[in-house]
Each structure stands twice: as structure tokens, then as C-alpha cells.
């Protein structure tokens, strides 16, 4: 059997240029993933919470000390995770109502969306005094 030359080859990362819309298509389902992981922790914090005085003072215990640096950098990344999967959310509601498709638009809103989301992180931790 022939095969003929003018057939178009099957894509592959080593055919493609990276762009925004594919870096953010990505890390939507990073954050997707993050935001599960991100739940999990805020849920045994609230269940260290109301568990009592006692157990909540070993939380306050470990996040006095070194842990606590690592304990925040999770926190302003999962509090980007959930920036960016909302504003990407968004985009995905738009599209589809079957708007917002033309490449050159769309890789212009995942920067935007990308800057938002870090521009929002950095807003919710100095606006609470965190940062």
C-alpha cells in the first residue's frame, strides 16, 4: 500500500508552537486538580477548627515554625488555583455560546486571564493584611 505524502501528519507536542491558549488549556486542569487537593487541606483545617482549642493549637504550633512559610505559599497557590479556574471558567461559559473562538483574541484573554488571576491572589492576600 502507498502512502501519500500530501496527507496531513497526526499532531504532536514536537509539531505545535506553544501559544497562551494552550498553556492555559493546560493549566485549567492543573487548577482543576490543585483546587480538589487545595479543598482537602482547607477541609482538616475547618475539622482541626472545630475540634477544640487542644487540637487547633497544634495547627497554630506547626504554622509558627518553618512549616508555616511552606503552609502559606500553599495557600496563595491554591488561592490562584481558584482565581484562574473561576476567570478560565468563565471563558469556557462564553465559548459555548459559541463566542470568542478567533486565535488571535483567544490567546490575547488566556494572557489576560493568566495576569487576572495573579493580579486577584495578590489583591484578596494584601487586601486581608497577609502579605
Known amino acids: 500500500m502507498a ?68 503552609i502559606t505559599l500553599a495557600l496563595v497557590g491554591f488561592t490562584f488555583s481558584v482565581s484562574f479556574h473561576l476567570l478560565n471558567g468563565i471563558r469556557h461559559l462564553v465559548w459555548d ?9 483567544s490567546n490575547l484573554r488566556s494572557i489576560l486571564i493568566m495576569a487576572g488571576a495573579v493580579i486577584i491572589t495578590a489583591g484578596i492576600w494584601i487586601a486581608g493584611g497577609l502579605l
Open 97 to 105: 455560546a459559541g463566542i470568542g473562538f478567533d486565535a488571535k483574541g
Open 3 to 70: 502512502t501519500n505524502s500530501t496527507r496531513p501528519l497526526s499532531p504532536h507536542l514536537q509539531n505545535w508552537r506553544w501559544h497562551a491558549t494552550m498553556a492555559s488549556s493546560i493549566l485549567h486542569r492543573a487548577t482543576g486538580v490543585a483546587n480538589y487537593i487545595g479543598a482537602v487541606l482547607v477541609s482538616v483545617w475547618l475539622v482541626l477548627l472545630a475540634a477544640g482549642p487542644e487540637t487547633y493549637a497544634v495547627w497554630e504550633e506547626l504554622n509558627a515554625g518553618p512549616v508555616g512559610i511552606l
